[in-house]
C-alpha cells in the first residue's frame, strides 16, 4: 500500500474532515442550496435538479420595455446580438455595419495586436466600438454592445494588473470572503479598461488531475466550489438589491455548464461519463451558487456528456438550466463551440440555437457567414423565430439590467482611465494575503521553517526569479508563456521578496540558477515546478512530476548532499508525484500558482525579527495528494480511498511531520513508450516555440508576430488557435524553431524505432532547399531536406510527414541533450501551417514512412 501518514495521525485527520465530507456526500444539493416549489406532478428529473430562487425577480416595465423593442428590430439585427466575433477580427466599421451584441478578446489578444497596449488603449477600443455600436447609419440600431475578456485571476490580459493565485491556490485558503474581496478588486481593474463583462468563475470540480485546466477548479469538494460560486459571482456583480451591477462591478458568467471537469482521463474538451444525478450532485453545485448569488450568463462547456455535446444538449442548456432551475439570464458559447456539434461547423449551426444557446462565441473570419447562415436558417423555418426571440429578450434583458441602455459611453465611466487603480497598492495587498493564505506545508522536518531572515540564504531553482511561472497560465497571453519579470511592473519574484525581507533583518541572500553559492548558506530555498500551460495543451498522461528529467531532483540532491538544509517550494497547477523531491527535502511547500505578489511566500516561510512566525501556514488541500503517478483519480469519498496526503491536510507551523522519511520512489514502468507531444494547438512544455531571421531571433508570445522574413498567426483547424501559419518571405534566411532552455534528455527514443511527425499543410511552391532540424548545442545535431516531401505533397491538404531519429542521429544528433527538437529554415519563400509535431515510437504495428535519409 502506496499510503504512508504514520497512522497515529491518519485516524484524526480523517474523522476531522468527516463531518464536512458527510453533508456533501449526502446532498442533493444542502438545503441553502437548492430551492423550493417542488410539487408531486414534477418529472423525474426534478428530483435531480432544483427549482432556484434567484434574487434578481424580472421587472415588469423593463419586461414591457424589451417587448417592444423586439417589435421594432428585424431579424438581421437580431442575429447580430447572438453574434460574438473576437477583437482581432473586427473592425470599428463592422461593428457599424452589423451592430454585434458583444465581443470578446481572446488570452493573449490585445488591443492592436500589441501586448503593451496600455489601458488607455484598451479604453479607446472599448469607446470607439461602443460608439460604433449605436451608430445606427448602417444598421439601424442604437442597441449598446458589450466586450467579454477572460479576467480570471486578476485582469490578466493587461501589463500591470494585479495577478491573483489560480483558483486551486484560493481553494487551499477555504476563505469565501477572500474570494469575494478578490472579485471586487478585480471587477475594479477591469472597469478601469472600460470593459463590462467578465468570463468568471470557472466552477469546474475536477475529478482526473490530469486535466490541464486542473488548477482553474476550486476543489475536488463540490461544497467548497459551491460557496465560492456565490462569493465571486457577488463580488464582481454586486449584491441584488443593493450595488447590483453599478459603476463598480461587471456581468459574471458561471463557466462552463456542465461537467468540463469531469471527462474520461481528464481529456480536455473530452467525454464526461456520469449519471444524471452524479452530473448534479458533483459537476453542477458551482452553478446552484453562482445562479442564487445573481449570476447573469452561463457559459456552455466544450466537452460531452455521455457522448452529446454540450453546445448542443437541448435537455441541459433548456429543460434543465433555463426552465427547471429558472435561469433568465443568456447562455453564452465558449471558443467556436457550437462548431464541435456533429453535423455543425463553426460557420453552419442551427442546432446550437435550438438547442438553447443565446450567443455564439465565434472568432475567426467565420462569423460572417455564420451570420448570415442563421438568418437564412430563421427565414427558413430551421431555427423559429420565438427562439430567436427568447435569446434576444435574454440578452437585452442582462444589458438593461446592467444599466448599459443608460450608461455613459466606455471613455466615460466613473473608474474609467483611473490607470492609478491597476496594480494599486491596496489591490496588491489583498493578493498578497490570498497568496499567504493558500500555500500548503506538506513536510517540515526537525522544525526548520520558519527560517529566520537574519541568516545567510541560498534561493535557487527555475522559478525562483520568474515571475511568469509563478504566475502560470492565463497570464497575458494565453498559455502564460512568453512573459518576463520586466511584463509585471510592481510585482515581486519569490526571490525578490525573500530578498527585501532578509537584507532588512540584517542576513544575506544569494540567488543562482543551478545551486551554485560563493559561501555555504545555512539553508537552501529551492523554487522549481511546472511551466506555465492553459487549456489543451497543459493534458498529461499521468502524475510524475519531470517524467524522464530529474534536473530539479539532481539540484535538491546536490545541495543535501552538501550538507544545506533545503526547502522546497513547489509551484503547480495541480496535484504530482513527487515523492523523490519530498525525500530529497527538508520542508516542502505546495505553492501552486501564487501569481504577482511573490513575496506573500516570504511572509510565511520567513520569520519576524525576535524568531516569531510572521504569519503561519493556512492552506489545506483542497485536492487530495497522489500516492503514485498512476492514481490520477483520486478524490475524498472516493471507494479505496488511499492518497498519500488526503484531503484537507496542511501542517501549522510546530506540527510533527505525518510523511514517511523514505517514501517509495520507484514506480510501475510503462511497457509502451508514449509520444513526446512537441505541439499540439501550441507549443508543449518544455518547447518553446521561437522565429529566426538571419542572424535574429524572438520567441513567439503573440497569436500574431513578425520577425524580419517570417511570420506566424494562429489559426483554427479543429478547434480554438489549435494550428499556426508560418510565412517566410525569402528576403533572408529564416527558420521556426522549438527549442528548450535546458537540454533535454530523450535517449528513450532510442530504445526503439521512433519518428519526428508533423501534421503540415504546403500552400504555393516550395524552395529547392528546405531542412528538417534537430540541435544539441554547438556544432551538434543533424538534417534532413524535405523539400521533395513537401512538394510531392497536395496543395492546400493536411499530410502527415514524418523523418526518422536514426537517420539524425547518424549525422551526429545526439538525444541525451537535445536543445532544439524541431527547426525548419529556408532561405525562400515558404508558406507552410502546422497542427501538430511530435516524436512517436514505431510499434510492430506502425509502418515506418520516414523522408529518405540524407
Not at 187 to 212: K, L
Request: net charge negative; with cysteine.
Amino acid at each position: 500500500m502506496m499510503l504512508r501518514i504514520k497512522p497515529m495521525y491518519l485516524k484524526p485527520l480523517l474523522l476531522a474532515l468527516s463531518s464536512g465530507l458527510l453533508l456533501a456526500a449526502c446532498s442533493k444539493p444542502a438545503p441553502e442550496q437548492a430551492a423550493t416549489e417542488q410539487s408531486s406532478e414534477d418529472v423525474k428529473e426534478s428530483h435531480i435538479w432544483p427549482k432556484l430562487t434567484l434574487p434578481v425577480p424580472q421587472d415588469l416595465a423593463m419586461e414591457q420595455s424589451i417587448t417592444a423593442l423586439l417589435a421594432e428590430m428585424t431579424l438581421q439585427q437580431k442575429i447580430a446580438q447572438m453574434i460574438q466575433p473576437e477583437i482581432r477580427d473586427i473592425s470599428v466599421e463592422d461593428m457599424r455595419k452589423y451592430g454585434f451584441g458583444s465581443y470578446l478578446n481572446g488570452g493573449g489578444a490585445f488591443p492592436n495586436d500589441d501586448k503593451y497596449a496600455t489601458p488607455a488603449d484598451w479604453i479607446a477600443l472599448a469607446d470607439a466600438l461602443y460608439q460604433a455600436s449605436i451608430d445606427d447609419s448602417l444598421d439601424g440600431s442604437r442597441i449598446p454592445t458589450m466586450w467579454g475578456t477572460d479576467a480570471v485571476h486578476g485582469h490578466n490580459n493587461v501589463i500591470g494588473a494585479t495577478i491573483f493565485p489560480h483558483n486551486i491556490g484560493l481553494g487551499a485558503a477555504n476563505n469565501p470572503a477572500l474570494i469575494e474581496q478578490i472579485a471586487k478588486v478585480t471587477a475594479r481593474e477591469v472597469m478601469v479598461t472600460g470593459i463590462d463583462w467578465v468570463f468568471a468563475p470557472t466552477v469546474a470540480v475536477v475529478r482526473d488531475d490530469r486535466w490541464g485546466r486542473t488548477y482553474e477548479g476550486y476543489s475536488e469538494q463540490p461544497k467548497i466550489v459551491h460557496d465560492y460560486a456565490a462569493a465571486i459571482v457577488t463580488g464582481l456583480q454586486g449584491t441584488a438589491g443593493e450595488n447590483f451591477l453599478g459603476d463598480e462591478q461587471v456581468i459574471s458568467t458561471v463557466k462552463h455548464f456542465v461537467g468540463d471537469g469531469g471527462t474520461t482521463r481528464g481529456v480536455d474538451q473530452g467525454n464526461t461519463e456520469v449519471t444524471e444525478q452524479q452530473l448534479f450532485d458533483i459537476h453542477a453545485q458551482g452553478y446552484v451558487g453562482g445562479l442564487q448569488a445573481g449570476a447573469q450568463s452561463v457559459m456552455a462547456s466544450f466537452n460531452s456528456w455521455n457522448g452529446s455535446k454540450v453546445h448542443g444538449n437541448k435537455h441541459l442548456l433548456t429543460d434543465v438550466l433555463k426552465d427547471r432551475m429558472g435561469f433568465d439570464g443568456f447562455i453564452v458559447g465558449d471558443w467556436n463551440g457550437h462548431g464541435q456539434i456533429p453535423g455543425c461547423t463553426n460557420d453552419n449551426c442551427p442546432q446550437a440555437a435550438n438547442a438553447g444557446l443565446d450567443i455564439y462565441m465565434v472568432p475567426t473570419q467565420a462569423w460572417k457567414p455564420l451570420y448570415y447562415n442563421l438568418i437564412a436558417q430563421v427565414e427558413a423555418g430551421d431555427i423559429s423565430m420565438a427562439r430567436i426571440d427568447d435569446a434576444v429578450r435574454r440578452i437585452l434583458r442582462v444589458k438593461k439590467r446592467a444599466g448599459l441602455f443608460d450608461k455613459a459611453s466606455p471613455a466615460k465611466r466613473p473608474l474609467a482611465g483611473k490607470t492609478e487603480l491597476i496594480g494599486s497598492a491596496e489591490h496588491r495587498a489583498v493578493a498578497r494575503d490570498a497568496v499567504r493564505q493558500s500555500l500548503v506545508l506538506l513536510k517540515n522536518t526537525n522544525q526548520l521553517l520558519p527560517l529566520s531572515p537574519g541568516q545567510r540564504l541560498l534561493v535557487t531553482g527555475p522559478g525562483a526569479d520568474n515571475i511568469g511561472q509563478q504566475a502560470g497560465g492565463w497570464t497575458i497571453s494565453w498559455q502564460g508563456t512568453g512573459n518576463n519579470n520586466a511584463d509585471f511592473p510592481g510585482g515581486s519574484s519569490i526571490y525578490a521578496g525573500i530578498k527585501r525581507q532578509v537584507e532588512a533583518a540584517g542576513g544575506s541572500v544569494e540567488l543562482s540558477s543551478d545551486g551554485s553559492y560563493q559561501q555555504k548558506p545555512d539553508a537552501a530555498i529551492v523554487v522549481f515546478g511546472e511551466e506555465p500551460y492553459a487549456e489543451g495543451n497543459g493534458d498529461i498522461d499521468n502524475l510524475e512530476y519531470q517524467r524522464g528529467n530529474k534536473t530539479d531532483l539532481a539540484l535538491l540532491k546536490q545541495l543535501k548532499a552538501d550538507g544545506i538544509p533545503v526547502v522546497s517550494l513547489f509551484i503547480s497547477g495541480r496535484p504530482m508525484w513527487v515523492n523523490p523531491e519530498l525525500n530529497a527535502s527538508d520542508a516542502f511547500v505546495a505553492i501552486w500558482l501564487p501569481g504577482s505578489e511573490g513575496e506573500g511566500v516570504a511572509d510565511v516561510i520567513l520569520t519576524n525579527a525576535d524568531g516569531s512566525p510572521q504569519y503561519d501556514f493556512h492552506g489545506k488541500l483542497s485536492f487530495s495528494w497522489p500516492a503514485s503517478p498512476q492514481q490520477t483519480v483520486v478524490n475524498v469519498g472516493d471507494a479505496n480511498y488511499q492518497p498519500l496526503l488526503p484531503y484537507g491536510f496542511g501542517l501549522r507551523y510546530g506540527e510533527s511531520n505525518v510523511l514517511s522519511a523514505d517514501l517509495p520512489e520507484q514506480i510501475e514502468q510503462t511497457t509502451q513508450l508514449s509520444d513526446l507531444v512537441i505541439f499540439e494547438r501550441a507549443p508543449r512544455s518544455p518547447w518553446q516555440l521561437q522565429l529566426q531571421s538571419g542572424t535574429e531571433n524572438a520567441a513567439v508570445v503573440s497569436s500574431i508576430q513578425q520577425l524580419g522574413a517570417i511570420s506566424s498567426r494562429t489559426f483554427d483547424k479543429d478547434v480554438q488557435e489549435d494550428a499556426r501559419r508560418f510565412e517566410l518571405d525569402g528576403s533572408s534566411n529564416a527558420a521556426l524553431a522549438f527549442i528548450s532552455t535546458f537540454p533535454r534528455d530523450l535517449r528513450a527514443y532510442t530504445e526503439t524505432d521512433s519518428q519526428l511527425t508533423l501534421l503540415v499543410k504546403r500552400l504555393g511552391d516550395i524552395p529547392a532547399n528546405v531542412t528538417l532540424s534537430m540541435a544539441c548545442g554547438n556544432n551538434c545535431g543533424g538534417k534532413v531536406n524535405i523539400s521533395k516531401a513537401l512538394t510531392s505533397m497536395p496543395e492546400d491538404e493536411w499530410q502527415q510527414l514524418a523523418v526518422s531519429l536514426s537517420c539524425l542521429q547518424q549525422q551526429g544528433m545526439n538525444l541525451r541533450q537535445v536543445s532544439k527538437v524541431l527547426a525548419i529554415e529556408t532561405n525562400g519563400a515558404l508558406t507552410l501551417s502546422l497542427a501538430d509535431a511530435r516524436i512517436s515510437p514505431v510499434t510492430n504495428n506502425t509502418e515506418l514512412s520516414a523522408v529518405a535519409c540524407q
